[in-house]
Each structure stands twice: as C-alpha cells, then as structure tokens.
C-alpha cells in the first residue's frame, strides 16, 4: 500500500475512513480522526483505539479505550486507569492517570485530577502548585482559570494572576485584549487589567480589525474601536435632514456630515472633469442648504481640493451668513481620496485605464478591492477616523459620489447602485452621543420646499 502525504488524505462523510481524493484508502473503522501534520490519526476498530500512520499502518501494538489526535507531538489515550499523553513512538511520558486530559497547546496541556485541575508540561510536570475549579488552555502565554469560589482571572505558567484582578468571567487574550465580565457586564481589558473603556455591554466579541461587534441592554447591535467608541448599527436605515441634525445638536450631540457636492455641469471626460464647477442651479442649493442650518453657532468646514467641493461648501456659507469662511482641504475627501491614491500605487492608475473610471469604481464598490485601492473596510475607518477629530458641534465635509458611496456602504446607510447611487448634497451623517456612542443616518435634504 502506498504511501500519501498526512494532508492529502480526508475523511470520508460518515468518519469511518479515509480518502486521497475520491478514492477509498486503508480499512473501515468504527471511528476515524484527522491526520495531524506528525502524520498520525486517531481511529477505533473491533480492537480498540489506537493510531495509524500515512500507510493504513498501527504505529504501535498496545490497544486503548479512547484515542485522540497528536498535538506538539504527544496524544491524549484513556485506558482503565484513566487518562494520559503518550509520545509519537506510543509510549506514556508519565506514571500518573487522570480522571481527564487535554491536548497540548504551547507545549502545556490541562488535566483534571480528583482535586481538581491544572496544567503539567510535556513532562507530565504540574507547572505549578494550585488546584483550580477549572482552567482553559494558554494561549500567548496566558490561561483563563476559575477558582473554587467561582472568580474568574488570568494566570502566567506559574500560576500567577497577571494583573491581581477577579471577574465573574474572562475569556483568552486576543491581540492584547480580552473580554471579561463583572457585576454590571462585559467589557475589554489590557494586559494590565485596565479596562478601555467605562460602560458595560450585554455581548461582546472579541477584537477584529481593530473592531468588536456587540449589543448594550437594550439590544442594539453595535461596533466599538479599540480605543472605546462606540458604533450603533440599528439606526443606519433611517433617512434624516437638517431639522434632525439641528434637534441632535440641541441634544448636545455633535454632528459630522459627510456628503457630495452640489449640482455640477456635466462632463464624462475623467481628465477634465477635476475641473468642472458648480452650476448656478448647484449655486443656489448650496445657499439654501446652508439656510437650513442657520442658528448652529459652531461650525467647520473641510473640503476635498476640488473646486466644486470648496464652491459648496462657500455658498452654505454664504446661506449661514458667514463673512469668514474658513474651509481647510485635504486628499482625504478628494484627488483622489481616501480609497485609492493614483499618484502613489501606479496600479490604481494602470487599472483605472484599463477599466474606465466609473467601471473601477462600480468593481470597487461591488467587492470592497480593487488593484491598487484599499479596501473599502479599512478605508472607511480611517475615513471616521478623520472625521471624528473636529469637535464643533456641526462639521461639515464635503466630497464626491464615489467616496459617499463607499462610506455608505460601511456605515450601512445605503447600498447605491446605478438606478439610485449618490444624489447632489446626500451623504452620511455621522451623529456622536453625550457617551461618544456613534450612529449612522443616510442624510438627504428636500431643498424644493
């Protein structure tokens, strides 16, 4: 019987045999485990449990009742005695037998004697001199352990708490963080057992990307970054205009609007089209918008370095009847904007060409990547990023359809497609509470009131 490489051998549907492709390899077996990469797999037969290598082939004599799979080169098998690790040759690396063992992760394992359980190294030694109520595996040099009066903490493979905190309970560090709860509920905490934040959540995940998905008491689904803010994703439907944005404010929230700019003349040439401006038509639906606002007595403006942008962003000005318009511009919002840079990724450029603009961009927006561009996910939150850093209470950024349209799509505002994609003045208002907590509305002003 030929020899097969550890992971190019399956398991067939019913885990009672293996396959190299679709066809049948070696016996059937009451039970049939994976192949591990020391090229081992567990299996179960009329004679017992034991182990087998890439061949079909026991790799040793002696017969168990239970048999698991290798893990930092050493099993977990049950006998009558109980259980115990035996080495890749199949012998026992220690004399004790335990009422349970795990397997091996980081070269510790746990096991539970009859007091109670802990962690031995790959020589059967207890790393340490507690009994613990129960012990997870380490993970980064950390376990998550419970005590027999039910607190929940950290040790090191010592056995020491790593921060002298207690919890009702903690799960595994992941990238620095872990989730913990207390009386009040669940929350994130460093290394040091500093917590990132003050609120408590009902259900929170671990971090991902630099974000945790969630829910607060009252069921509402949300994100928080790692520094604490929080996102709330149940409102992001709701269509809002400038009476909600003013009601917000006198709410004491602040306001950052990112939309597109006004009306502009048409032009399909993409290397002009930088420099169209704004119609007389847009003219004055950028005045009347910024006549909606009047009264908010804090205001910021930030435009991309397009004129358009800036000429929007002038005549709500003018409409808030500001004499010193100050408008700072960045690359950010425009030429050519946070998602893709053509001047730096000569890819962007290359496939741009190659595609036409509105084709890269309808590909962009449609799969969240594009050669040459950032993802959309990550693009989008160094966008908020930058959105977030003006503290007036209403800050205005104005841009172009495709930005919004990215922004929409990772605020879940809108999903635009071609039949309905970004109108004149719409965008994304990104609202933030009293507690900094962040929602999202899809913002859309009917100026022919």
Not at 193 to 222: C, H, M, Q, T, V
Request: aromatic share 16%.
């Amino acid at each position: 019987m030929g020899k097969y490489n550890w992971n190019e051998i399956t398991l067939n549907s019913t885990d009672t045999g293996y396959l190299v492709g679709n066809k049948n390899v070696f016996k059937t077996y009451q039970k049939a485990m994976s192949f591990h990469p020391e090229g081992v797999a567990a299996v179960y037969d009329e004679s017992g449990a034991y182990h087998i290598n890439t061949e079909g082939c026991s790799i040793y004599e002696r017969r168990y009742i239970e048999t698991f799979g290798y893990y930092c080169n050493i099993a977990t098998v049950r006998d009558k005695k109980g259980f115990f690790h035996i080495d890749i040759n199949g012998n026992p690396i220690y004399k004790e037998r335990y009422l349970w063992c795990g397997n091996f992760q980081e070269n510790i394992c746990v096991v539970r004697s009859v007091k109670g359980y802990f962690h031995i190294d790959k020589e059967g030694n207890p790393l340490y001199n507690n009994i613990f109520s129960y012990v997870g595996d380490f993970k980064y040099g950390i376990a998550v352990v419970y005590d027999f009066e039910g607190n929940s903490f950290h040790i090191d493979k010592y056995g020491n708490n790593i921060n002298n905190n207690y919890y009702k309970s903690a799960q595994n560090y992941h990238k620095g963080f872990a989730v913990v709860e207390d009386q009040n509920g669940f929350f994130h905490v460093d290394k040091l057992g500093k917590a990132l934040y003050s609120y408590r959540l009902k259900k929170i995940e671990p971090f991902y990307n630099g974000w945790a998905f969630g829910e607060d008491f009252e069921d509402r689904k949300l994100k928080i970054s790692e520094n604490g803010v929080k996102v709330y994703l149940s409102n992001s439907n709701k269509i809002i205009n400038s009476t909600n944005i003013i009601d917000f404010i006198l709410q004491n929230k602040r306001v950052m609007l990112f939309f597109r700019h006004s009306e502009r003349y048409e032009d399909n040439n993409i290397i002009t089209s930088d420099q169209i401006s704004l119609t007389e038509k847009g003219k004055n639906m950028a005045q009347k918008l910024g006549m909606k606002f009047n009264g908010i007595d804090d205001i910021s403006f930030f435009s991309s370095p397009i004129e358009r942008c800036y000429e929007t962003l002038k005549f709500m000005a003018k409409g808030l009847n500001i004499d010193n318009f100050i408008c700072k511009k960045s690359e950010i919002l425009g030429a050519p904007g946070i998602y893709f840079d053509r001047k730096a990724n000569p890819d962007c450029g290359y496939w741009m060409n190659k595609l036409g603009y509105h084709e890269y961009c309808r590909q962009y927006l449609m799969n969240g990547y594009m050669r040459g561009s950032k993802d959309l996910t990550s693009a989008s939150e160094e966008l908020l990023d930058y959105l977030l850093h003006s503290k007036t209470k209403l800050s205005l950024f104005n841009s172009h359809d495709f930005l919004v349209a990215a922004f929409m799509i990772f605020s879940g505002v809108k999903y635009p497609v071609e039949s309905d994609f970004v109108d004149y003045l719409e965008g994304v208002a990104v609202v933030i509470d009293r507690d900094n907590s962040i929602y999202f509305y899809r913002f859309k002003e009917d100026l022919n009131e």
